[in-house]
């Protein structure tokens, strides 16, 4: 099995991808897409702001997506 996504990289997604983020109909408010460093994509979904703070961001849940690896798509940022 396969470990999850680096938190570095979860970051790094959220940070990198919050300006492209799409609204998410279940559990949390938004949802963005990254790219690990293996080259596999994943979906990571989150509120933002938390309680008020703009700078606070309550991660729900990171999964990777079932069509995870292949060339990575234009609309994702890069992840440094």
């Known amino acids: 099995m396969e470990p999850g996504a680096a938190q570095s990289e ?3 997604a959220v940070r990198d991808a919050h300006s492209l983020r799409e609204p ?6 938004w949802r963005v897409h ?6 596999r994509r994943f979906a ?3 509120d ?6 703009r700078n606070t961001v309550r991660i729900v849940s ?19």
């Open 10 to 12: 979860v970051q790094a």
């Open 24 to 29: 998410n109909r279940g559990e949390a408010d």
């Open 34 to 39: 990254g790219l690990r460093a293996n080259g």
């Open 44 to 46: 990571v979904i989150y």
């Open 48 to 53: 933002h702001p938390v309680q008020g703070q």
């Open 62 to 80: 990171v999964w990777t997506l079932r069509s995870a690896v292949g060339p990575q798509p234009s609309w994702l940022p890069q992840l440094s």
